[in-house]
């Protein structure tokens, strides 16, 4: 009878830490959505973002390559409410940096909300629509 109770556990242990191991592993929703070019809103259609699934973040100005950024989205839980971030760090300077919440995102459009450094509040929300 223990043999088969210890085996039963220990079956329960693996199949628990196989999930744990692979979810932290495993790519987010916002991951998935985020790909893709997107323009904010008010901008000219060849000012734009392009996500790619290799991490980085090109951004054009006038359809000119203009910074290349690597970009990763954090997830944090308070309370119980998760909340994710954009963060992108300049390929050629990663003093330049930029962290950003996600408040929306979705197929059509993403809201980004600027988070500043210096503790001095929330910066103005953008909107992006895909493109």
């Not at 088969?4 to 959505?33: H, M, P, W, Y």
């Not at 308070?78 to 300049?90: D, K, M, Q, R």
């Not at 919440?101 to 929300?125: A, C, H, T, W």
Request: net charge negative.
């Amino acid at each position: 009878m223990n043999s088969i109770k210890n085996f039963r556990t220990a079956i329960t242990i693996i199949f628990v830490l196989s999930f744990s191991v692979c979810d932290g592993q495993s790519t987010t929703e916002e991951e998935v959505l985020i790909l893709g070019t997107w323009v904010a809103e008010g901008s000219n259609i060849n000012d734009k973002w392009v996500f790619t699934s290799n991490g980085t973040l090109r951004e054009y100005t006038n359809n000119s390559l203009d910074i290349t950024y690597v970009w990763s989205i954090l997830s944090t839980v308070n309370s119980g409410i998760t909340s994710h971030y954009l963060e992108i760090v300049n390929t050629n300077d990663s003093t330049d940096m930029y962290n950003y919440e996600i408040s929306i995102i979705n197929e059509e459009m993403f809201v980004l909300i600027y988070q500043r450094e210096d503790n001095m509040g929330l910066g103005k929300p953008a909107i992006y629509f895909r493109q």
